[in-house]
T-cell receptor, first 112, second 113 residues
Framework: AQSVSQHNHHVILSEAASLELGCNYS??????LFWYVQYPGQHLQLLLK??????LVKGIKGFEAEFIKSKFSFNLRKPSVQWSDTAEYFC??????????FGKGNQVVVIP | NAGVTQTPKFQVLKTGQSMTLQCAQD?????MYWYRQDPGMGLRLIYY???????DKGEVPNGYNVSRLNKREFSLRLESAAPSQTSVYFC????????????FGDGTRLSIL
């Protein structure tokens, strides 16, 4: 079964700082990779996804993620965060049968 | 644009009571899912239904049952609620296929006393 690891569960940073959240997975086959965001009191929303092709994926709200196959990683980045980026971020991995394995999440707090 | 609709949004139960959480989607998706979200644990899959007429256990199915009533609706039942089932429950749906993202409902916050 696949597993997903997210590090640094709690991240606190100031506006305009850069953000990088790590995601590592364990699965030997072809995977589909996702980042979801959950704003306070809301449901999960898709930020971006990777299936194939260019390993640098751009998502909504200025987020991007890079798939590095050799490192089994799919790290999320944003060059300059805003207060409105305060949320919990989840990495998810799917081997292709519609089932997703989620990481435990990164709680990100952006201080104005 | 309803998407995935969950009812109720909040519920408090006593230990041993039964409860059914309802989920409906209007996106004509084949696959539906039930997750629970607990602090520091992320989302864990309880049950899923790859298509109408099929259901399968996920990571944490004990204490739960599901029914895929039709293509739109997928309900989750707690027959005898326990305090360990206090959680936020999310329903999701997706098109069938390997590249399809899941769309989530707003969640049901369930407390078991």
């Amino acid at each position: 079964a696949q597993s997903v690891s997210q590090h640094n569960h709690h991240v606190i940073l100031s506006e305009a700082a850069s953000l990088e959240l790590g995601c590592n997975y364990s699965y030997g086959g072809t995977v589909n990779l996702f980042w979801y965001v959950q704003y306070p009191g809301q449901h999960l929303q898709l930020l971006l996804k990777y299936f194939s092709g260019d390993p640098l994926v751009k998502g909504i709200k200025g987020f991007e993620a890079e798939f590095i196959k050799s490192k089994f990683s799919f790290n999320l980045r944003k060059p300059s965060v805003q207060w409105s980026d305060t949320a919990e971020y989840f990495c998810a991995v799917g081997p292709g049968n519609n089932r997703l394995a989620f990481g435990k999440g990164n709680q990100v707090v952006v201080i104005p | 644009n309803a998407g995935v609709t969950q009812t109720p949004k909040f519920q408090v139960l006593k230990t041993g009571q039964s409860m059914t959480l309802q989920c409906a989607q209007d996106m004509n998706h084949n696959s539906m899912y039930w997750y629970r979200q607990d602090p520091g644990m992320g989302l864990r899959l309880i049950y899923y239904s790859a298509s109408e007429g099929t259901t399968d256990k996920g990571e944490v199915p004990n204490g739960y049952n599901v029914s895929r009533l039709n293509k739109r609706e997928f309900s989750l039942r707690l027959e005898s609620a326990a305090p360990s089932q206090t959680s936020v429950y999310f329903c999701a749906s997706s098109q069938q296929g390997i590249n399809q993202p899941q769309h989530f409902g707003d969640g049901t916050r369930l407390s078991i006393l």
